[in-house]
């Protein structure tokens, strides 16, 4: 038998790794959202990062290291993620919602992280750097 979730279960923080407009002074900075999401630090995960024009795409796992912030938010503001990246319950929306174990200095925190789905990145450019704000 499977346990059942509470309700604090459902209303738990989690954390997100940013790497676009929603870092820190990006077109979609993350603090504009309530309740203001707690920064937790800066970070990396492996991926390959690719230019989609006004915003990034992420593509997870490989050699590469994309640049970013980890958050810790609560539900409304995962939700309201979801619907600024085009989650689509059945995979078919533009990001992919994923977790994925980050490390920050001696702690592993499981984060949400938002990949392109792969039918967006056709003909795209790879930004190098990793890092949305670097791009050349």
Known sequence: M???STHADRCAD???FVYGTLRAGGSNDIARYRPLPQRVADGAIAGTLYDLGAYPGAVLGGEGRIRGEVYRIGPAVEAELD???GVMPDGSGEYLKRE???VIGARRL????YEI????IDGRSVIA????FARD
């Open 83 to 85: 619907l600024l990246e």
């Open 14 to 16: 989690r954390y997100v």
């Open 2 to 4: 499977m346990p059942q």
């Open 100 to 102: 994925l174990e980050v």
């Open 110 to 113: 499981i984060c949400l992280v």
């Open 129 to 132: 750097s990793g890092d949305w």
């Open 117 to 120: 789905h792969p039918r967006h």
